[in-house]
């Protein structure tokens, strides 16, 4: 049982929308790019991840030698072809229950909150007409360390006023559950029960978070 939780913060990409797709496809662009095999494996990392953080783990993957101006450029390069893909996004795209699975704990008076290191977070819930829903955005463009700190969702927690131990974070990556129990939290995994294995309930697709209602007390 799930008891004394007065928020639940939401990851964003594949636990709210599967905009991680579109992710994947910028990232493995620019890798190809500079003639680097990107796998759908090798992106697991750079879930939950910054963009800068994921620029670097690209240049150590090709052991690229570059500043970090050219850096910067590829990540903004990266971002611009991924607005490009995420610019049709609409409600369609959203996984099954979560607008209900949110409206229920609205009802039963708990705070939502979104704890991505997204930096196109505001703009993903305005075309998916769900950013009225939170009570409060921890997104890229307010936090300076990437998951596993647990900066986004302490923030999200102190934006509310609730203690950090009353809250639940929903992630479908490894490094955001980890980031979730250093910042004092719980957490729910979405994915690949191995590699969330540390997360106290993980289930294989958003839509079955639904479940946690049957669990969750305030």
């Known amino acids: 049982m799930l008891e004394n939780i007065k928020c639940v913060i939401f990851d964003l990409d594949g636990v709210v929308v599967d905009t991680a797709k579109y992710h994947y496809l910028a990232w493995k662009r620019l890798a190809e790019g500079f003639h680097i095999s990107f796998t759908e494996k090798e992106n697991e990392n750079f879930k939950g991840v910054s963009r800068m953080a994921c620029m670097d783990i690209i240049c150590e993957m090709g052991n690229l030698k570059i500043n970090q101006d050219l850096k910067i450029n590829?990540?903004?390069?990266?971002?611009?072809?991924?607005?490009?893909?995420?610019n049709t996004l609409d409600?369609?795209?959203?996984?099954d229950n979560v607008k209900d699975f949110i409206l229920e704990l609205k009802k039963r008076g708990i705070k939502?909150?979104?704890?991505?290191?997204?930096k196109n977070a505001r703009f993903i819930l305005e075309k998916l007409e769900i950013k009225d829903l939170f009570d409060t955005i921890s997104d890229g463009t307010r936090v300076k360390n990437a998951k596993p700190d647990p900066e986004v969702f302490l923030l999200a927690a102190s934006d509310l006023n609730v203690n950090p131990e009353n809250c639940l974070v929903i992630e479908d990556a490894k490094?955001?559950?980890e980031a979730a129990y250093n910042g004092k939290m719980r957490a729910i995994g979405i994915g690949d029960k191995d590699h969330l294995s540390q997360a106290e309930i993980v289930y294989s697709q958003a839509s079955d978070m639904i479940g946690l209602l049957d669990l969750i007390k305030k």
């Open 91 to 95: 409600q369609s795209e959203m996984f």
């Open 74 to 86: 590829l990540a903004n390069m990266k971002n611009e072809w991924y607005v490009e893909y995420i």
């Open 175 to 177: 490094s955001g559950v």
């Open 112 to 118: 939502i909150a979104l704890g991505s290191a997204s």
